[in-house]
């Protein structure tokens, strides 16, 4: 089972639809919020710009795509 991190901020509803995604099949994940202080510093180091930003394993998808997440989580 790869460890999911799902970075949102609020109002963005492509963040939602991920969330969404993954709660629907009880896919674990931990949620880090961009408009915190804590969540943009953590963001900010990994480099990308706009989100969702989903992390599976080690590997990262910028947006949210449900045939990328599949292929990443079950592989």
């Known amino acids: 089972m790869k460890r999911v991190t799902l970075y949102t901020m609020n109002k963005c509803p492509h963040c939602q639809t991920a969330k969404q995604y993954l709660d629907n099949l009880g896919i674990k ?4 919020n ?3 202080p804590n969540g943009k510093k953590e963001f900010n180091q990994l480099g990308f710009r706009g989100v969702p930003v989903v ?3 080690d ?4 947006g ?3 045939k990328q997440f599949n292929r990443l989580y079950k592989s």
């Open 34 to 36: 961009v408009s915190t």
């Open 64 to 66: 949210f795509s449900i």
């Open 55 to 57: 992390k599976v394993g």
């Open 59 to 62: 590997q990262f998808i910028n």
């Open 29 to 32: 994940y931990r949620l880090c």
